[in-house]
């Protein structure tokens, strides 16, 4: 018998995929480079020369086992042990190599994450907006994400909302911090509520809550400033994090899961990811890949380039009259769309070749994504695309 959970989500493709892949057809008939692909998260600086040297000194010097062969299903111990000694470096944490899981990407990160700490059943809260892969991530563990409204003057929490979803049946919570699809950075004080909150309903409810935190864009923040981390403001914290935006590798699909030590059971925790991926499959990340960036961590590809980009969309359609949270990293905006049917404004967007994802399936109504992951270039090219389209539709 074929699946029929599968088969029904081929229905259900993802928005941001078609938009890209109309992109890549429209590209065909009147050259790329007048597409204003604002669809996809693609991260488009350079690698670092650093990693690529590693790279090849590694392949040079080292044996076909070592860089080609399985990786210990926890990762390579060295690799774990040079990941934490950076973390503890960076944040004042204090993880050791037991604290440390080696995952393909923030994905696979999540998807261990998900499994480590609900049962079937359980609910996952999360906040819009949010990455619409969180559902099928979610739901095919066989728990359920269910989505506090968002609060859209500042893409902070809405903790009222929070507050009065917050059930017995949340088991975790899952932040994304800095967010996509609103570039917002969430505060300090942001976290320390959270954090409160959390504390008290585990008292109320007699059980743990965990905080599952996706961070892949943990190093894209603006105006010199950095994002907190979020494991320093609870004990029960999961990190998902991901090299494909610090590092721009997202083709190398590997990141890891740190668990906060301070949770007493970490250790424990990160064996058991050993165990969901006999399960899952989502086992092994390259070895190569795992060395080279254990000692490449610490570095960066030139994200300066997002924050020149940002900068120029968010001048631009702050005069053209759009109502925008000033992203405070990513390398994406939220703007609220000029009607309130934000695919029908998108698709108007498609007549001046400029590709807008619709904000449904992040969870606010109204607005639309822009992924500025491009050549700053083409992102000053595209303002007159931007300026004809307001002043002819609207």
């Not at 062969?69 to 111990?77: A, E, V, W």
């Not at 300066?304 to 969309?313: A, D, F």
């Not at 359609?317 to 109502?323: E, S």
């Amino acid at each position: 018998m074929i699946s029929e959970t599968y088969q029904a989500m081929l229905g259900g493709k993802s928005v941001i995929r078609e938009l890209s892949e109309y992109a890549a057809a429209r590209g065909k008939e009147i050259g790329y480079e007048n597409v204003f692909d604002f669809s996809l998260g693609n991260p488009s600086v350079p690698v670092p020369d650093a990693f690529n040297e590693r790279v090849v000194e590694l392949l040079r010097t080292q044996s076909s086992m070592a860089v080609h062969g399985y990786s210990p299903s926890l990762g390579i111990p060295s690799v774990r042990e040079k990941l934490a000694a950076s973390l503890n470096r960076r944040f004042g944490m204090n993880y050791t190599a037991d604290d440390i899981f080696m995952a393909s990407g923030a994905a696979g990160a999540l998807a261990h994450a998900f499994r480590l700490v609900t049962a079937p059943g359980d609910e996952i809260l999360t906040f819009a907006p949010f990455f619409p892969e969180y559902h099928p991530y979610v739901d095919l563990t066989g728990a359920k994400l269910r989505v506090v409204p968002a609060n859209t003057e500042d893409f902070q929490i809405n903790f009222d909302a929070f507050k009065q979803m917050l059930t017995p049946a949340v088991h975790a919570v899952l932040i994304n911090t800095p967010n996509n699809p609103s570039g917002a950075v969430y505060s300090e004080a942001t976290l320390t509520a959270l954090s409160a909150i959390l504390a008290e309903k585990e008292q109320e409810f007699g059980h743990d809550i965990w905080l599952i935190s996706d961070e892949p864009y943990r190093e894209i923040v603006f105006d010199g400033k950095k994002a907190p981390y979020v494991s320093r403001f609870y004990p029960r914290t999961l990190s998902c994090y991901s090299f494909s935006k610090s590092l721009s590798l997202p083709g190398e699909r590997i990141g890891y899961v740190a668990v906060n030590p301070a949770s007493g059971v970490s250790k424990m925790l990160v064996s058991m990811c050993g165990q969901i991926s006999r399960g899952i499959g989502h086992n092994c990340p390259p070895s190569l890949i795992q060395l080279a960036v254990a000692d490449t961590c610490d570095l960066t590809a030139d994200l300066s380039v997002y924050e020149t980009n940002m900068n120029i969309l968010y001048d631009e359609l702050k005069a053209l009259g759009f109502d925008i949270v000033r992203p405070g990293g990513t390398f994406y905006m939220f703007p609220r769309a000029m009607e309130e049917d934000a695919v029908a404004f998108c698709k108007k967007a498609l007549r001046y070749d400029l590709i807008l994802v619709p904000s449904d399936s992040f969870g606010v109504p109204g607005y639309f994504r822009i992924a500025y992951c491009i050549d700053t270039k083409k992102v000053e090219r595209s303002l007159a695309a931007f300026r004809r389209f307001v002043q002819e539709e609207y």
